[in-house]
T-cell receptor, first 114, second 110 residues
């Protein structure tokens, strides 16, 4: 397994601003994932972030809106840019370890955009 | 990835076994069945996964039918802390994404 922390745990932001969410893992991992969970909904994958390469975005998500950095094997950031109230969600990072396809999730960042 | 179908909600009495069904009739031979749960306001928690054999760990048992078109997650002695949304996900395993459906809200009652 892996221990994952996210910062901030929650934030309230004004529309038009940007927020960078950090994800830190206690061990080196190849694959990291970023998800969004809108209120009352299930999780939706935003992108897959592999160290040393550009993030791969899912349909409906673009790099200009959700730029991702992956500078090393234990850390990643997701930025939510030019926010609107529709971006109010929980943002979660996860990592895959052990080569079994099992993912372990962070506690999430709760974002409210006013 | 194959699509899964789960009942939207289930109830279970505390101390009894909770049996959560999942239908994945379009599963491919190289796809695994994963179960996760999400307790309110927390990140999803991995429970168990399997390919075709039944699996058991300290949290639960996973029963996969012989034709692999459905599975059941069993929590042998449900507690109030097992109240959560349970997700059944089919995926090709390592380096593949997880696609979350709506899951089953399991409510364990005292």
């Amino acid at each position: 397994s892996a221990v994952i922390s996210q910062k901030p745990s929650r934030d309230i932001c004004q529309r038009g601003t940007s927020l960078t969410i950090q994800c830190q893992v206690d061990s080196q991992v190849t694959m990291m994932f970023w998800y969004r969970q809108q209120p009352g909904q299930s999780l939706t994958l935003i992108a897959t972030a592999n160290q040393g390469s550009e993030a791969t975005y899912e349909s409906g998500f673009v790099i200009d809106k959700f730029p991702i950095s992956r500078p090393n094997l234990t850390f990643s950031t997701l930025t939510v840019s030019n926010m609107s109230p529709e971006d109010s969600s929980i943002y979660l990072c996860s990592v895959e370890t052990s080569g079994t396809g099992t993912q372990y999730f962070g506690p999430g960042t709760r974002l409210l955009v006013l | 990835d194959a699509k899964t179908t789960q009942p939207p909600s289930m109830d279970c009495a505390e101390g009894r076994a909770a049996n959560l069904p999942c239908n994945h009739s379009t599963i491919s031979g190289n796809e695994y069945v994963y179960w996760y749960r999400q307790i309110h306001s927390q990140g999803p928690q991995y429970i168990i996964h399997g390919l075709k054999n039944n699996e058991t760990n300290e949290m639960a048992s996973l029963i996969i039918t012989e034709d692999r078109k459905s599975s059941t997650l069993i929590l042998p002695h449900a507690t109030l802390r097992d109240t959560a949304v349970y997700y059944c996900i089919v995926s090709r395993g390592s380096n593949y994404k997880l696609t979350f459906g709506k899951g089953t809200l399991l409510t364990v009652n005292p």
